[in-house]
């Protein structure tokens, strides 16, 4: 019997295969207006329906590890997943697996410090790209917090480490610096 326990400050969306195609429209816009900021796009970002990655069927799987609360490292990791949407638009499915004085990114109350920047960028990457962010509930037990401190489209999961592992299970490539 599986008791694993799952939690989500709000439902995943299902996959509708007819949708994937926009990421690549959305890219395209964003690469197109994003020249002065590392920023993906303002336009895309504003766009209401999300769109989930394809998991099961995109050939390239990616999980980031991120685990620490510098603004230089999450800049890093920001741009790689980035660079990856870029580079493989429709056809990546990205996760950010995040723990330790990193979850502070998905706190609507962060009690580090979190910008602005980077909070717009975690909520554009995971609403009009698909990106999924887990945060990790071990961590939230020692803050003392639940899934009503974290931002929607954050995905609670009992252990980060044990999300990642199950991610590489499911043939996801593991990235941590």
Same mark, same amino acid.
């Given at each position: 019997m599986n008791? !694993?326990?799952?939690?989500?400050?709000s439902?995943?969306?299902?996959?509708?295969h007819?949708d994937?195609?926009?990421?690549?429209m959305?890219?395209?816009?964003?690469v197109? #207006?994003?020249?002065?900021?590392?920023?993906?796009?303002a336009?895309?970002?504003a #766009?209401?329906?999300?769109?989930?990655?394809n998991?099961?069927?995109?050939?390239?799987k990616?999980?980031?590890?991120?685990? !620490? @609360?510098?603004?230089?490292?999450?800049?890093?990791i920001f741009? &790689?997943?980035?660079a990856m949407?870029?580079?493989?638009?429709?056809d990546?499915?990205?996760?950010?697996v995040?723990?330790?004085p990193?979850?502070?990114?998905?706190a !609507?109350?962060?009690?580090?410090p979190?910008s602005?920047?980077h909070?717009?960028?975690?909520?554009?990457?995971?609403? &009009?790209?698909?990106?999924r962010?887990?945060?990790c509930?071990?961590?939230?037990h020692?803050?003392?917090?639940?899934?009503a401190?974290m931002?929607?489209?954050?995905?609670?999961?009992?252990?980060g480490a @044990?999300t990642?592992?199950?991610?590489q299970?499911k043939?996801?490539a593991?990235?941590a610096w």
């Amino acid at each position: 019997m599986n008791t !694993k326990r799952r939690l989500s400050a709000s439902p995943t969306p299902a996959v509708n295969h007819a949708d994937l195609p926009r990421r690549r429209m959305l890219l395209g816009a964003a690469v197109a #207006t994003a020249t002065a900021t590392p920023v993906l796009s303002a336009r895309a970002a504003a #766009t209401p329906k999300p769109i989930a990655a394809n998991e099961g069927g995109a050939p390239h799987k990616i999980v980031y590890q991120l685990n !620490k @609360a510098e603004e230089e490292y999450r800049e890093a990791i920001f741009n &790689s997943v980035s660079a990856m949407l870029q580079k493989y638009t429709d056809d990546v499915a990205i996760a950010v697996v995040v723990w330790g004085p990193g979850i502070h990114l998905l706190a !609507k109350n962060p009690k580090r410090p979190v910008s602005k920047l980077h909070q717009q960028r975690a909520r554009s990457l995971a609403e &009009s790209y698909g990106v999924r962010f887990f945060a990790c509930g071990n961590t939230m037990h020692t803050l003392g917090w639940t899934a009503a401190d974290m931002v929607e489209y954050a995905t609670i999961e009992d252990v980060g480490a @044990a999300t990642i592992m199950e991610l590489q299970e499911k043939g996801y490539a593991y990235l941590a610096w």
